[in-house]
Structures are given as C-alpha cells and as structure tokens.
C-alpha cells in the first residue's frame, strides 16, 4: 500500500553533515506519523527521531539530539532527516518508517510500513 524508499546515505567525515530523504509512493503519507531508525551491526534496531503527520510534534532519541533533525514535506509526499555534527558512533544502516495511527510509542513495531534502508558510515 505504501512503498518508502530511503537515499542521500553514504560516506562522511566525523563532524559533517548528511541529508537522507525518504520518498513515500502508493499512498499520501500526510496523516501519517513518520519515523526513523538506524541499525548498526550487531545491534537492536534504534529509535531516532519521529514526526506528526502535521508536522507539529518532533521527538528524537536523546543521542541525536540538537544534532539531528527531522522535517517532512507533505507536497512531496517526502521526509527528510538532517543529521549535523556527525560521529562515529552514528554509523548504521538508517530506515524510513510510516506510522498511520500516530502512537507516539517510537518502537518498530508501531510503525506498518518500511523502507530498505540507506547506509550512513562516518570516518574518525
């Protein structure tokens, strides 16, 4: 019903920026809360920031925040997550993920559809 493909992923050096992009197809998502997530090797998949279908309610991990932010555009049935001050520690494979009740719980299990991911590395 509703496809999610992820991109702007890739390689960068330790204190720089990345801008990923989720684009939804199949249905409009803008009464959908819409999250992201990121998975590093050997670990649980990670809450990092979620957005109000509006866009008027933002939450994010306490690991990314005030690094991290997240926005969408409704128009372009598009959501973004712009990730400054970049770290190490922040390399994982990042998802997009579409919400349609709006729980507010941050958990993958809420969230019905994915993406495929992008992969984000970031050198010392």
């Known amino acids: 019903q509703v496809q999610l493909v992820e991109s702007g992923g890739g390689l960068v050096q330790a204190g720089g920026s990345l801008r990923l992009s989720c684009a939804a197809s199949?249905?409009?998502?803008?009464?959908?809360?819409m999250g992201w997530f990121r998975q590093a090797p050997g670990k649980e998949r990670e809450f990092v920031a979620d957005i109000s279908g509006s866009g008027g309610r933002l939450y994010y991990a306490d690991s990314v925040k005030n690094r991290f932010t997240i926005s969408r555009d409704n128009a372009k049935n598009t959501v973004y997550l712009q990730m400054n001050s970049l770290k190490p520690e922040d390399t994982a494979v990042y998802y997009c993920?579409?919400?349609?009740?709006?729980?507010?719980?941050?958990?993958?299990?809420?969230?019905?559809?994915w993406g495929q991911g992008t992969q984000v590395t970031v050198s010392s």
């Open positions: 199949g249905r409009t998502v803008s009464a959908y809360a």
């Open positions: 993920a579409a919400d349609p009740v709006g729980s507010s719980a941050y958990r993958p299990s809420t969230y019905r559809y």
